[in-house]
């Protein structure tokens, strides 16, 4: 298994523009993650979903942020528009619930938003 | 809420010295806790996790971590840390799954730790 794979891996917009950061899980795994990392904030969870159904979005910062999952493969993270504040690392997290519980997070995209 | 504090933000030890990183949780329910480990410029890998049973867990990397309910802390331990471990430690607790605490993973602040030859 190749992990949790993220695309982009490196953006670099301008404000204004419109960003989608995609994520693909571990096959199997049953909830997903995405997070936000800054110097300024640290890790902040923005959304998760649990087998594909979004269960928790309150930390999605703003209505210019939306997350989906239209399959147990795939999730997109959309920022329209986007503005300089926006830039961070995104981790997207791939979880197997259970005793024998894993975790895998991905090596992030890094935004830059000019 | 839940919340997760880590006291120290940035700690300087020498190679062969002994780590505690404190960790110290507020949630009202039963919870899991993690500690995580990132790496310069890479992703956060899972160190170790405390579900039930014996409160004293042991990770990768030689790690552990101790439970101690009564002071809602999970600390993290290394008898004798080398230059390699050089990283950004972060604590994390949810409310565990069967109390209805969700899914919901929160971190700490994170502890950078400095490790010198």
């Known amino acids: 298994d190749a992990g949790v794979i993220q695309s982009p891996r490196h953006e670099v917009t301008e404000m204004g523009q419109e960003v989608t950061l995609r994520c693909k899980p571990i096959s199997g795994h049953d909830y997903l993650f995405w997070y936000r990392q800054t110097m300024m904030r640290g890790l902040e969870l923005l959304i998760y979903?649990?087998?594909?159904?979004?269960?928790?979005d309150s930390g999605m910062p703003e209505d210019r942020f939306s997350a989906k999952m239209p399959n147990a493969s795939f999730s997109t993270l959309k920022i329209q528009p986007s503005e300089p504040r926006d830039s961070a690392v995104y981790f997207c997290a791939s979880i197997l619930t259970g005793p024998q519980e894993t975790q895998y997070f991905g090596p992030g995209t890094r935004l830059l938003v000019l | 809420a839940q919340s997760v504090s880590q006291h120290n933000h940035h700690v300087i030890l020498s190679e062969a010295a002994s780590l505690e990183l404190g960790c110290n949780y507020s949630y009202g329910g039963t919870v899991n806790l993690f500690w995580y480990v990132q790496y310069p410029g890479q992703h956060l890998q899972l160190l170790l996790k405390?579900?039930?049973?014996?409160?004293l867990v042991k990770g990768i990397k030689g790690f552990e971590a101790e439970f101690i309910k009564s002071k809602f802390s999970f600390n993290l331990r290394k008898p004798s840390v080398q230059w390699s471990d050089t990283a950004e430690y972060f604590c994390a607790v949810r409310g565990a799954i069967l109390t209805g605490g969700g899914n919901k993973l929160t971190f700490g602040t994170g502890t950078q730790l400095k490790v010198e030859l």
């Open positions: 979903f649990n087998n594909n159904v979004p269960i928790d």
């Open positions: 405390y579900f039930s049973g014996d409160p």
